[in-house]
């Protein structure tokens, strides 16, 4: 049995294989379209990453630059702190050598404090004494007229204020002072300091107590008195030392051609060395002025002429007040 010649033809086989692989090479790769898109999904995730990282970095630049500007911001205010912290140490502190008396500071609490406001009033050549409060910051003297009253030797023209440093010590000669304004009816004077007992320069402010409102003080009410009682004075070379007594409000007195509330009682005496003292309330404010009597059965009782009585009839520029 012999082959067909056209089966094995060579061009038939050609052809058929040509055309079988033709197909195959015509049949599109998986791979590559894989390929593709993965190339296509590349470019649109690396301009989102792109963009993405662009945002970021311009967030952080922005957060930076505020976070600077905030710990500036804080710097500068600790600066400006401590800077006023220093600036306010600096206007406060007062040097040690300073005067007291030439600092407001100072002088503001020597308004609660009558230890260097209550003075001695001293008529060397009356050989007589008293107390006396300084009421004012220009160097002004609250006192009895009885104090510095004239013996009709003129023995008043010279007048010694004394002052202590504390109450263990003797008062000490510090000022001289005149005579500016007296009443005999109330027996209110004021003395207005003029210059040191040994010359130097005078201080340009006073220690001195501040004016209280005697319309408030109640029966009841405690009062302290501040004075130099004469029961221990010795003579002028050896006065006698500060003192302080306390007593409550009993009652109030009229006075005729005065006021219904002409007088403030004590119910304890007060000596005469205190005449011219200051009283005070509780909150250390001066209501009244101690005047020891001697007529009568007001003997047995202290009394003090009410402050608001005394600003009545003298200027209040003489006064500093409380208010």
């Not at 301009?47 to 905030?70: D, E, H, P, R, W």
């Not at 119910?267 to 209501?287: C, D, M």
């Amino acid at each position: 049995m012999g082959f067909d010649d056209d089966f094995l033809d060579d061009e038939f086989l050609d052809d058929e294989l040509d055309n079988g692989f033709e197909d195959l090479y015509e049949t599109p790769n998986f791979f590559d379209d894989i390929i593709e898109l993965f190339k296509d999904i590349d470019k649109k995730i690396y301009i989102g990453i792109v963009a993405f990282a662009i945002i970021v970095l311009s967030f952080t630049i922005v957060q930076n630059f505020n976070f600077t500007k905030t710990i500036e911001g804080v710097k500068n205010t600790e600066l400006d702190e401590n800077s006023q912290s220093v600036e306010n140490t600096t206007t406060t502190t007062i040097p040690t050598n300073t005067s007291p008396a030439t600092t407001a500071s100072t002088n503001k609490k020597a308004t609660t404090d009558p230890l260097r406001s209550t003075v001695m009033v001293a008529l060397p050549d009356c050989e007589y004494m008293g107390s006396g409060t300084i009421i004012s910051k220009s160097g002004y003297i609250l006192t009895n007229e009885h104090v510095i009253s004239d013996d009709g030797t003129f023995c008043n023209d010279y007048i010694v204020i004394l002052t202590s440093e504390s109450g263990e010590k003797d008062p000490v000669p510090e000022y001289i002072a005149e005579i500016v304004e007296q009443s005999v009816a109330l027996d209110i004077a004021i003395l207005e300091i003029i210059g040191t007992y040994d010359g130097s320069p005078l201080p340009k402010v006073f220690k001195n107590m501040c004016v209280g409102d005697s319309d408030l003080v109640s029966q009841g009410d405690n009062l302290l008195i501040w004075g130099y009682p004469d029961v221990r004075w010795v003579n002028f070379d050896t006065p006698g030392r500060i003192d302080v007594s306390q007593g409550f409000v009993s009652g109030f007195d009229a006075e005729t051609g005065l006021s219904e509330k002409a007088w403030i009682s004590l119910s304890s005496t007060i000596s005469s060395g205190n005449s011219g003292g200051g009283a005070y309330n509780e909150l250390g404010q001066l209501v009244g002025v101690p005047t020891a009597v001697f007529q009568g059965n007001l003997s047995s009782r202290g009394l003090l002429r009410p402050m608001n009585l005394v600003l009545d009839y003298f200027d209040s520029f003489y006064f500093e007040s409380c208010k």
